[in-house]
């Protein structure tokens, strides 16, 4: 492995996500979870499946037992009634087009959270996640058991470890998100197969490896530094991105009096998104 090309500050950056301490996730909240990683996709940002979540979840239509006993076509015209309604309501226009994309595939994100909920209810998931998850196997075993379950459509390998890190749990894994790719083509060079999930999950345990020397972080703390970084750096107006490395995003950081926790939370709430695209573009622009 090219451990040279591993970014300057990078271990820097694992410890302080490694200073985090999440809160125990238990009962209804382990579903909640799983919706939220459910959303993940179709270019939508952290702030727009937390919007999509407190809008939906003001109305009770993402509770377990409201998504059960309702049929699709139920579901489904309940979520698209209230999102068009709130349509009128929102300020930015990103963010309506945002809504209107995500009523276009409701049909399939309709799939998606029914067939889950059923496997959730089968499973008796909240009662038993401990027993499915109390060891690296059985971890394993359960999220392939996801992957493979028919019934929770759109939710494979990535999606169920987001979840699972969610809850605190799988902390070893590292899945292969967006975010995840864009750091492993900086180490590694552009990869063109984007799909080959297995070449990033194999690539990305390199660069956990060799940073264990420096920094004994897990696969959680490494996918979490890794999203804060590409988050913000995805922010950075064009003709500045090569510059803002990991070394000027610590200071970054450090300039705003931010935590890793703090960030996430700006990067989960639309408008202090926004604030956040204004201050980076201050930044690398001084």
Known sequence: ????????????????????????????????????????????????????????????????????????????????????????????????????????????????????????????????????????????????????????????HTKAVLWLHSINRAEDQIPATRHVKSFVNIVYGYYSFYDDNKYFIEKANEILQAMQKKAKANGKHFTRAIFLYISVKSMVPRGFGKEFTVKKFLEFMKKEKLTTEALAKELAVLDKRWKLIAEVDKFVRK
Request: with cysteine; proline share 3%; glycine share 6%.
């Open 1 to 156: 492995m090219a451990e040279q090309n591993i970014p300057e500050g990078f271990d820097s950056l694992l410890k302080l996500a490694m200073k985090e301490k999440p809160e125990p996730v238990k009962g209804a909240a382990i579903w909640d979870k799983f919706v939220a990683a459910a959303l993940v996709g179709g270019g939508k940002s952290e702030a727009d499946i937390q919007l999509l979540v407190k809008i939906l979840g003001k109305a009770n239509l993402l509770r377990l037992e409201n998504v059960s006993k309702m049929n699709g076509p139920e579901w489904s015209d309940a979520v698209e009634k209230i999102l068009r309604n709130e349509l009128d309501r929102l300020r930015f226009g990103e963010d309506k087009t945002m809504i209107n994309n995500f009523l276009k595939e409701l049909f399939r994100i309709t799939a998606s959270i029914k067939g889950s909920a059923r496997f959730f209810e089968r499973k008796s998931v909240i009662k038993n996640i401990d027993e499915y998850t109390n060891d690296r196997k059985k971890t394993e075993e359960f999220i392939q058991e996801i992957c493979d379950d028919e019934d929770v459509s759109n939710v494979k």
